[in-house]
């Protein structure tokens, strides 16, 4: 699979370094959160603005939106035209569908405008649309050619969101162990300075993890998903946003690590005791997770909906046995289900 070439960049980029013929497909809320942007892209001829979420990403909603993107296109030479995708990971994956079969393939561009999108979903090459209420069910594997990350853009918006971005520098700096992780956890802050500061690093751990299994082919590249399978079951049952349930996901992992003695209670010790950790590992969690039967019923359907089932009633959950090793090991929905329950309790009992 082709690398895409990585651009920092302080301000927005020139349209000439984007491409001959350009379709820009934009988060709409952009130009109300950024003057720069909404300037900048006043400049293209072609553009499509988009509502970001997973409504966007539904399979349901495509046939609408490629039919005025085609109309759009219509003049447009396939070999000249490049998708400009500027958003968060919603817009990226759709945009990146889109490109991926508009005239059988253009060039893409994406320009994230999340720190989840700028320090994941951007690069690695995944593109994705839900079907009903399961993420991500079909896609293509569609690297674009650049990524641009333009920091003006990523500093446009709130500061609360660092947040959002935080599990994923933390995911990868844990997946990658050594100096990343070393270096992070001694931060005492979750700020976009620091993960702008990240996030050239965070990226090359990616590609490092992806490059080694560019299609999913050999099961490496499963590692990223860690932190992903609770994560996921807890952003469709809440409609949090994906950044919000990776969070809590990723401290499950942990703990049921521990709990499966893949991890040693030593290793979790370090690892909560960094001052990084402590905006991670949250006491909301006790609210999150339910022994409720209604909703475990609700948990299993959505575990089973996972893409990341492999059996008719297992999953390959990703544990971390230290940072830089992660472990994947088949468990049922039920032994997840468990483990809910047996991490809720322990909460209640302080
Ligand atoms: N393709 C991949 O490899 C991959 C990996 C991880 C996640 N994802 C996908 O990414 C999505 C989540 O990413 P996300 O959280 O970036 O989602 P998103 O695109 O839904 O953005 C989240 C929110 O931020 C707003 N927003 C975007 N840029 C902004 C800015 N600069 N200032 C203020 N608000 C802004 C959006 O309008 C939206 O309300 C999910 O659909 C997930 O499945 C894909």
């Not at 759709?94 to 720190?115: D, E, I, N, Q, Y």
């Not at 990776?246 to 499950?252: A, S």
């Not at 992660?326 to 468990?338: G, H, I, Q, R």
């Amino acid at each position: 699979m082709k690398k895409s070439t990585l651009l920092f960049t302080t301000a927005l980029p020139s349209l000439t370094d984007l491409g001959e013929e350009l379709l820009l497909i934009y988060d709409e809320i952009l130009p109300r959160k950024s003057t720069a942007f909404k300037k900048w892209s006043q400049k293209f001829s072609l553009k499509y603005g988009v509502k970001a979420g997973e409504s966007l990403k539904s399979v349901d909603h495509f046939p609408q939106h490629i039919r005025k993107i085609v109309q759009l296109c219509e003049n447009t030479s396939s070999r000249r035209l490049t998708v400009v995708v500027v958003g968060g990971g919603s817009v990226g994956d759709f945009g990146g569908f889109v490109a991926s079969v508009l005239k059988r393939g253009v060039k893409l561009v994406h320009m994230p405008s999340t720190w989840l999108s700028a320090i994941d979903s951007a690069h690695g090459g995944k593109t994705a649309l839900n079907v009903g209420g399961a993420k991500n069910q079909i896609g293509t594997f569609y690297p674009a050619d650049k990524v641009i990350l333009s920091r003006q853009l990523l500093m446009s918006q709130p500061e609360a969101r660092a947040f959002e971005g935080f599990g994923e520098l933390l995911k990868i700096s844990w997946i990658q162990g050594g100096t990343l992780w070393q270096e992070l956890s001694k931060e005492f802050e979750v700020t976009s300075a620091v993960l702008w500061k990240y996030l050239a690093r965070a990226i090359d751990a990616k590609y490092k993890v992806v490059g080694k299994d560019p299609e999913e082919k050999s099961g490496h590249r499963h590692i990223l998903n860690l932190g992903h399978t609770v994560g996921h079951v807890l952003e469709s049952y809440y409609q949090l946003p994906h950044g919000v349930a990776i969070n809590y996901g990723l401290d499950f992992a942990l703990r049921y690590s521990v709990q499966l003695k893949i991890m040693s209670s030593k290793e979790y010790e370090k690892i909560s005791h960094a001052p990084v950790s402590g905006y991670l590992l949250s006491p909301l969690r006790d609210d999150l997770l339910q022994t409720k039967a209604s909703v475990l019923k609700e948990f299993r359907q959505l575990l089973l909906s996972d893409k990341k089932k492999t059996k008719s009633q297992t999953l390959r959950f990703v544990f971390l046995k230290k940072p830089g090793q992660c472990v994947v090991k088949e468990v049922t929905v039920d032994e997840v289900l468990m483990e809910i329950c047996r991490q809720k309790e322990d909460e209640l009992n302080g």
